[in-house]
Structures are given as C-alpha cells and as structure tokens.
C-alpha cells in the first residue's frame, strides 16, 4: 500500500437506516475491482433515534461520480439526498476510519484494535490497532485466513518454516507463531511503513523479532523479490493474502519457493475470482485440500504436489516473476 499520508484524503457522506448501517458491515464486493477501493464506517447520527445512522467513506484522491453512484445504491434510503464530499486534512485517513472497531473473534484468536478493549479469556489475544497498514483482523479475508490457520492446527498440522507474503500489520505472521512457536517465520510487504507498523506490532504483542526459530523475520520486497526471502526458503507454509491479480501473478515464484507436499493459503480472492486463482496455482502443481467462504470472500487451502526427479533450485529464477510492483497486502 502506499502511505496514505502523502495522497489526497477524501470523505462522502450519506444518511443511512441501521439496517442498511448493519448489511455494511466487512469489506463491500462492489468495490473490491477497484485499484483503492474506500473504507466504509458507520455509526448513529442520533444517539435518541437508532434509526437515523450515517455512512462515511473514506477515498484514497478525490472519488470519481461512478464511485458517489456506487455508494449511494448501498444505502437506498438516502433517496436524493446530496452526499456531502469533502476532502480532509492532511492527516491518516486509514487511522482515522479504522478507530473504534470492534474486536474480531476467529477460531481461536481475539483480535482487538483498541488498548481498552479486553481480552478475551480462553483465545490467543492479539492488539492490532489503527494504522496505516490494512491487516487488523476485520477483513473477511484475513479473519478466514486465522479461522483457516485455527483449523490447521486443530487437524494436526505442523510447520516449521513459515512465509507471509503481503502481512500488511504482520497479523498472519504473528497468528503462525503462536500456533507452531519454534518456527521459522518470514512476513513482507511491498509498503515499507507496513513492515515499520509490524515491527510495532510485534512490539506490543510481545512477538519476538529475529532471523531464528520462534521468531519474526520482517523484510520489505515486491512478491518474493528479495535475497533473504527466497534464501530462508523452502517454506512448508506460506500465506498470501492479498489480491486476486497479484495472486495469479506470484504464482510461479510462490509455488517454486514451497517444498513439496508443503501448504499455501490465499485469500483476498472474491468467490468469482477462485476458478482462476485455483487454475493458475494447479498449473504449478498445486491441488485445493480445503476451501472456506466468509460472504464473498474464500479462503483456499493448498497442497503442493510431490514432483519425482524435482529439486528445489539453489537460486531464484526471475522468470518465474516474483514482483508484483503495485500490490500490498489487504
């Protein structure tokens, strides 16, 4: 992702009822094409009327008239009401549309976005708050992601060497950890603010960072593109969740850095985006163990087949396209 702060923030706002406040809840499919879709909060207008309710939607530039169109087919009720579009300080508009979220429970993990907000007795409690990093556990994308991790872990499975290509507030990587603490663990993103932001993270989790077992590893590259990551390969899981193109793209370089009969996780694919996903990563001998949908989202489990005659190659082949330039993590 790029800095937020160094683009033009942008705001509309529409009245809304809480019933359509409520189906806006998560990540909207309609916007999910889009290069930088907007953040969607709502809230009450009016303390004293549950009824009357608002929808601000944060854009990264000034939101084209077929964005405002968009919007406004989510909340019907607002009629021919005028949207009042503004652009906002030069300030951090993701920060500042993420405050206050509710804490995220999935399988086993309880992601809370605020100090106040209290853990929640029995799960792995992780404080992933606001930033300018996407990745604090209230995506579809990536609560399927811990959800499918929980799984994994409660079937049996065990890693030794993990990657999370994409790891935005290092949330995935961190979740791994704590599932199989003597792995290896290698998480990136191409936004170097997103690797600063899980270096704090790790901080305030008390996850330990290093280049050694039971630690976090953390390294700003396109795709795989850096010595040290296809130097710690190969991995035995790997996690991506990003985007459907960027997915398809990666898909070579990722495949050639799993050992075999090693796992990948994708997510950050809408549910009409899986048949192509699934297309480009079998082509690289990968076969679904697993699929999980949360509304449009699907998280894909996969398993590498095993290659007779094959060895892993002592150095990465760029053809195999290991940047994604443009892509981050969701």
């Known amino acids: 992702m790029t800095d937020a702060a160094s683009v033009q923030s942008w705001k509309v706002t529409l009245p809304c009822t809480r019933v359509e406040a409520e189906a806006l809840a998560g990540e909207i499919a309609a916007f999910a094409m889009m290069d930088k879709p907007p953040v969607l909060m709502t809230s009450e207008a009016e303390p004293d009327n549950e009824d009357s309710w608002r929808l601000d939607a944060f854009f990264e530039g000034k939101p084209s008239t077929a964005a405002v169109k968009l919007l406004r087919t989510l909340v019907p009720s607002a009629g021919a009401t005028k949207p009042v579009i503004e652009q ?58 811990l959800m499918m991790l929980d799984r994994m872990r409660r079937i049996g499975m065990r890693f030794g060497n993990v990657a999370d290509i994409g790891t935005g507030t ?35 989790n008390n996850v330990p960072l290093g280049a050694g077992a039971g630690q976090a590893a953390l390294f700003t590259a396109a795709g795989v593109d850096h010595p040290a990551i296809i130097g710690r390969a190969p991995y035995d899981l790997l996690i991506a969740n990003i985007l459907a193109g960027p997915l398809i793209e990666l898909a070579p370089s990722l495949c050639a850095l799993v050992e075999e009969g090693g796992t990948i996780v994708l997510a950050g694919l809408l549910k009409e985006q899986a ?16 699929r999980s949908d949360r509304a449009d989202w699907p998280t894909l489990r996969l398993r590498k087949r095993p290659r007779i005659g094959w060895k892993r190659p002592l150095r990465f082949d760029r053809t195999e396209r290991g940047e994604a330039w443009g892509f981050g993590s969701i």
């Open 88 to 145: 906002l300080p030069d300030e951090d508009w993701v920060t500042m549309s993420q405050q206050g979220l509710e804490p995220v429970t999935a399988g086993r993990f309880h992601v809370r976005n605020l100090p106040g907000d209290p853990e929640l007795p029995g799960h792995v409690n992780f404080l992933i708050g606001a930033s300018r990093a996407f990745g604090t556990g209230q995506h579809e994308t990536t609560s399927g992601c």
């Open 170 to 204: 290092g949330l995935l990587a961190f979740a791994a950890l704590s599932l199989w603490p003597r792995a290896y663990a290698t998480a990136s993103d191409i936004d170097p603010v997103a690797v600063e932001i899980s270096a704090e993270n790790a901080l305030a």
């Open 275 to 290: 048949d192509a996903v699934l297309a480009a990563y079998r082509a690289q001998g990968m076969r679904l163990a697993e």
